[in-house]
């Protein structure tokens, strides 16, 4: 009993590669639950340095926050962890360092466009997997497929695009993600 006790323990910790999701409380968070009908609105990629856990997320600008603080700025500090259910191989995890260098400090991207000179958060975490890995996790939809008549949506949409929105842009969502059947989840 006592060793699966241990080995239930040590399954949660957190492990480079792991993937953490939670109720963002920034001024997009409803509009984004809202066009996705998920209350996960925000996502990053774990890494230690020095031992610590940190998450690596496109925010203002992409960096490198403490777990603490992270798990802190979702709504209720309720997070769901997951990770690939074959994990992330040294290998690929060293490609994922290696990006993770190459794109700190680079700006958010408010209008989630899918470019490599400003990154949303999704699209954060999809690319360091896709790059790394060559996993896509969850699948990349047109804007069009999103629920856009919620007020919340609508006034961020037109604010952001001054009411040209764009229909056929291709985006990842932090709910396409997490529901992809390779990740499992470890701790909620």
Not at 108 to 135: H, N, P, V
Not at 151 to 157: R, S, T, Y
Request: proline share 4%; net charge negative; hydrophobic share 45%.
């Amino acid at each position: 009993m006592l060793l699966f006790l241990a080995l239930a323990a040590q399954s949660q910790q957190l492990v480079d590669g792991d993937l953490v999701f939670h109720r963002s409380q920034s001024s997009q968070a409803a509009a984004i639950a809202a066009a996705t009908g998920s209350e996960y609105t925000h996502v990053g990629v774990v890494f230690h340095i020095e031992g610590s856990p940190m998450v690596f997320e496109a925010v203002e600008p992409v960096k490198m926050t403490s777990f603490s603080d992270w798990k802190r700025r979702g709504k209720g500090g309720h997070v769901v962890v997951k990770r690939l259910e074959e994990g992330v191989s040294p290998q690929a995890l060293e490609k994922m360092e290696a990006l993770r260098e190459k794109w700190l400090g680079l700006h958010y991207d408010a209008m989630f466009q899918w470019s490599d000179d400003r990154m949303y958060c999704s699209e954060l975490a999809w690319k360091l997997f896709d790059q790394a890995t060559g996993i896509q996790l969850g699948a990349l939809k047109p804007l069009t497929e999103f629920e856009l008549a919620d007020p919340a949506v609508q006034e961020l949409l037109i604010r952001r695009t001054g009411g040209r929105i764009p229909a056929d842009q291709l985006l990842i969502s932090p709910a396409e993600m997490m529901a992809d059947p390779r990740l499992i989840e470890v701790r909620k």
